[in-house]
């Protein structure tokens, strides 16, 4: 698996699996299906290989490069009806 992470939180914000290429430029991240417009070099990490941990959920953990922690102050999102 693959995580993008902010560089000044290392909070984990998106994951893919290992083969989809990812493109990390001063400007922007360009994925498999869309382009993230607020992460790019300067402020982001792309770590691959990693294993993600089992309820792993947008903004739910940390990633540091070596270790997951939970994120003392993430809140999941209602969920749709």
Do not use: H, R
């Not at 698996?1 to 893919?16: G, H, L, P, R, V």
């Amino acid at each position: 698996m693959q995580t993008i992470t902010f560089k000044d939180s290392n909070i984990s914000a998106y994951s893919f699996e290992d083969n989809p290429t990812i493109i990390v430029t001063a400007e922007n991240i360009t994925c498999p299906n869309f382009i993230i417009g607020d992460m790019n070099s300067s402020n982001a990490a792309v770590y691959t290989g990693v294993t993600l941990p089992g309820d792993w959920a947008a903004e739910k953990y940390f990633f540091d490069g070596t270790t997951w922690t939970a994120n003392p102050d993430y809140v999941a999102p209602p969920e749709v009806e």
